[in-house]
């Protein structure tokens, strides 16, 4: 049976969220796997209701789906609390349906400091460039989780073992933050055990071993997505260091996040947006600093789901989705925000790179990131297609011509078909082959 990888095959917000509300009908499982609350995965429902996710999975709007939290993922409990809390006020049931594992680490409050500290010195130093982190504290508490110093929710049982380490913890960081970073906003030890107590009754009913669980149901049969967050050019190993985020949303992460092993993953799905966006610094070949960008930005709504703020946009870069698809061994693409591009009278792809130095034309993506300021992207030009080319459409076959030979280049140019194209935010705005489908037991 179908456990699916859905994973972001550019810098973020390609819209993943939507594509597994999508998908989630047909879903017994939908599960976490990597990262934190620096994700934000927009929801439009049937009746136009629109709901951020930032921890919970994206199948929680549906009832037949069990919604699991896996050992990679970094917990917020203010986040996690506020979440559960904005499901069940929109008329769904978290309890019994929510899982969170034993082993997922802790997000405490000197990991958000240490983050928005360490970005405020990288911005005022001799490059003045930040990463342009979410300030979620993510960077951080996979740090701690790395340097075998993290806590995880299952240290929430053992009181006095949790203070202990508490204790050590917060006397390193004040440290840290006071002579390092000269901070004076230092933490309270008995204040975060205080509030972590409270955390750990309000988590309890939802805790558990989920590997265990996971496992269980690959053995069931049963039908199981994985939800990646952030998106491959922002992994740790893969993507365009170091301005990535701290954890692995590529395939493998989904495997050592989760505890489902790797021979039991069925297919790997990326979304893909129609142009490209990034939020924060670091390279991005194909951004447009010219109206063309800013008509994307207000077109495709592009502000952060997590911290508002504007997303750089740009042309779609196929060299680098083809690098991203090589490295999460994609079967097949969700195509998201195809609408945005009407309108344009032209639409560029960016298919290879030109090395300025010398004129070398590149195929390839590279994550060296002096290589990639020395290059141009080259494009190829696609006429573009009127502003309601799309309406009412629900049949690839019945797309006008010109929209056609965009995504047939696509196809080619990342060597993977289009399973699915998004054409608005809501749960029933894409084109969806039946082969996809099928893949899921969904037709
Ligand atoms: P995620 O982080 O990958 O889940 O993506 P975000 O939710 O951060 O950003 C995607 C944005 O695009 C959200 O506002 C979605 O509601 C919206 N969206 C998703 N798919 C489409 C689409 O096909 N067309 C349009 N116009 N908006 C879409
Ligand atoms: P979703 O799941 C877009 C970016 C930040 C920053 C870098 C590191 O909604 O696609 P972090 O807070 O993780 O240490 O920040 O990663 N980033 C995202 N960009 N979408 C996201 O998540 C992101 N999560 C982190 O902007 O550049
Ligand atoms: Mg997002």
């Not at 988590?203 to 199981?224: F, H, Q, R, S, W």
């Not at 395939?251 to 297919?267: H, L, N, R, V, Y």
């Not at 399973?419 to 899921?440: K, M, P, Q, T, Y």
Request: net charge negative; hydrophobic share 40%; aromatic share 6%.
């Amino acid at each position: 049976m179908p456990v699916t990888i859905v994973l972001g095959s550019q810098w973020g917000d390609e819209g993943k969220g939507k594509v597994v509300d999508a998908l989630a009908e047909g879903a017994d499982y939908v599960v976490r796997y990597q990262g934190g609350a620096n994700a934000g995965h927009t929801i439009r429902l049937p009746d136009e209701r629109q709901y951020v996710l930032h921890l919970i999975p994206s199948g929680i709007f549906h009832s037949n789906c069990i919604c699991v939290i896996g050992n990679g993922v970094v917990i917020d409990p203010v986040a996690l609390r506020t979440e559960i809390q904005m499901v069940e006020e929109a008329g769904f049931t978290v309890k019994g349906r929510l899982f969170i594992s034993h082993n997922a680490h802790l997000i405490m409050p000197y990991h958000r400091q240490l983050d928005k500290a360490s970005e405020a010195r990288l911005a005022s130093g001799t490059n003045g460039q930040s990463v342009g982190t979410t300030g979620r504290g993510i960077g951080p508490a996979y740090e701690d989780k790395f340097s075998r110093k993290g806590i995880r929710i299952v240290d929430l049982l053992d009181r006095a073992s949790l203070r202990e380490k508490l204790r050590h913890n917060v006397a390193e960081k004040n440290e840290l933050l006071k002579k390092f970073y000269a901070s004076d906003e230092l933490c309270d030890v008995d204040q975060i055990i205080r509030d972590y107590e409270v955390f750990d009754e309000e988590m309890d009913p939802y805790i558990t071993d989920t590997a265990l669980m996971l496992c269980k149901a690959v053995g069931e049969g049963k039908n199981i997505l994985l939800e990646g967050a952030q998106a491959a050019l922002l992994d740790i190993d893969f993507g365009t260091y170091p301005f990535v985020t701290s954890s692995n949303p590529t395939a493998g992460g989904a495997c050592t996040g989760s505890g489902i092993p790797p021979t039991a993953i069925t297919d790997v799905v990326a979304v893909v947006k129609a142009y490209a966006t990034r939020v924060g610094n670091g390279p991005f070949p194909t951004e447009l600093l010219d109206e063309t960008g800013e008509r994307l930005r207000a077109r495709g709504r592009e502000y952060g789901a997590t911290t508002g703020r504007p997303r750089r946009c740009g042309w779609l870069d196929a060299v680098a989705v083809r690098y991203t698809s090589m490295i999460n061994g994609v079967r097949s693409i969700a195509l998201t925000k195809l609408d945005v591009l009407s309108g344009e009278s032209e639409i560029k792809l960016c298919t290879k790179y030109e090395r300025t130095s010398d004129g070398k034309i590149l195929d390839h993506f590279t994550t060296d990131l002096r290589a990639l300021a020395g290059i141009r992207p080259i494009y190829e030009s696609y006429e573009g297609w009127s502003a309601d080319a799309l309406d009412g459409i629900s049949r690839r076959a019945d797309l006008p011509p010109v929209v056609e030979r965009y995504l047939s280049a696509i196809e080619k140019e990342v060597g993977a078909p289009l399973g699915l194209i998004s054409l608005g935010a809501g749960r029933n705005e894409s084109i969806v082959e039946e082969d996809f489908l099928a893949a899921r037991s969904l037709a």
